[in-house]
């Protein structure tokens, strides 16, 4: 994918991602959330990007969303997450990376983003640990119903190329021992 972005470096301007496609199923049921992404980032150096899975949570099937978990592989040019306090929540190691944990708003959803210390271009990981890792007072109800799980890079400012080679997501159940997987 390659991009070319100007204006103003507060705003993202495209997310371009692969998204998979699983019917709502609530937290209590998720057995695992097994993602991999392999990439190259080859960028200007006024690029402010992030590379960045996605996942959103609701209080009902056909709600409105109410969360959003972001983990970054890449914090880009100065990126940063939205941040309420402008201070991290605390800072978690999973999978052998070094992840600082922010709390911000976005109209009426709160978004935690998980913000690694260096930039990690294979990347696989359990999703699941980062909503298992939220401190109490942050942590989602497990009735929440996970509804999204995206991959892909938010792109601010600046040009460049993201080649990604190789994205898998999948969600596992306990009901059913359903898996939907997308490559």
């Given at each position: 994918m390659r991009y070319n972005w100007a204006g103003t470096p507060y705003q993202v301007k495209s997310f371009p991602n692969a998204a998979l496609k699983f019917d709502p199923v609530q937290l209590l049921n998720v057995k695992s959330i097994p993602a991999t992404i392999e990439y190259e980032f080859e960028y200007s150096e006024n690029t402010i990007a992030n590379v960045a899975?996605?996942?959103?949570t609701r209080s009902t099937i056909d709600g409105a969303v109410e969360y959003e978990v972001m983990v970054w592989p890449a914090a880009l040019g100065?990126?940063?997450?939205?941040?309420?306090?402008?201070?991290?929540?605390?800072?978690?190691?999973?999978?052998?990376?070094?992840?600082?944990?922010?709390?911000?708003?976005?109209?009426?959803?709160?978004?935690?983003?998980?913000?690694?210390?260096?930039?990690?271009?294979?990347?696989?990981t359990d999703?699941?640990?980062?909503?298992?890792?939220?401190?109490?007072?942050?942590?989602?109800?497990?009735?929440?119903?996970?509804?999204?799980?995206?991959?892909?890079?938010?792109?601010?400012?600046?040009n460049g190329t993201l080649t990604v080679s190789k994205y898998q997501a999948a969600v596992h159940t306990t009901k059913h021992n359903s898996s939907k997987t997308t490559t």
């Open positions: 899975f996605d996942l959103f100065g990126a940063l997450p939205l941040s309420t306090s402008g201070k991290p929540i605390k800072t978690t190691n999973i999978g052998d990376v070094d992840f600082t944990l922010y709390q911000g708003m976005n109209g009426n959803m709160t978004v935690l983003s998980y913000v690694p210390d260096k930039m990690i271009t294979n990347f696989s999703l699941k640990k980062f909503f298992d890792e939220l401190p109490k007072s942050y942590a989602i109800a497990r009735t929440q119903y996970l509804t999204h799980v995206q991959g892909g890079a938010e792109i601010l400012v600046g």
